[in-house]
Nanobody, 117 residues
Framework: QVQLVESGGGLVQAGGSLRLSCAAS????????MGWFRQAPGKKREFVAT????????SYADSVKGRFTISRDDANMTVYLQMSLLKPDDTDVYYC??????????WGQGTQVTVSA
């Protein structure tokens, strides 16, 4: 099992920044992707960003390109999401995701991000 612990959510004004962190532990794999999804109440969970196990591949949702940056610290098995120029539409619960090459998904407990107008 892979355990994921997120931190860094909170309340910020529009135009501000936040950094989310997600630390992985447990039975981790040699090849995987880690990333972030977000979900509002009553809505489908949507993709935000992902990064490959070696950091060579990243991908972003169009809605966050140019504002969010995903990165990783292999030594600490941690992935970060630096969020800048935040908008009220970015208000959601953000979930860390770990997916193996074989397609098995693991999820964190979620962290609330609230952006006030």
């Amino acid at each position: 099992q892979v355990q994921l612990v997120e931190s860094g959510g909170g309340l910020v004004q529009a135009g501000g920044s936040l950094r989310l962190s997600c630390a992985a532990s447990g039975r981790t794999f040699s090849s995987y992707f880690m990333g972030w999804f977000r979900q509002a109440p009553g809505k489908k969970r949507e993709f935000v960003a992902t990064i490959s196990w070696n950091g060579g591949l990243t991908s972003y949702a169009d809605s966050v390109k140019g504002r969010f940056t995903i990165s990783r610290d292999d030594a600490n098995m941690t992935v970060y999401l630096q969020m800048s120029l935040l908008k009220p539409d970015d208000t959601d619960v953000y979930y860390c995701n770990y997916v193996t090459i074989g397609g098995k998904n693991y999820w964190g407990q979620g962290t609330q991000v609230t952006v006030s107008a």
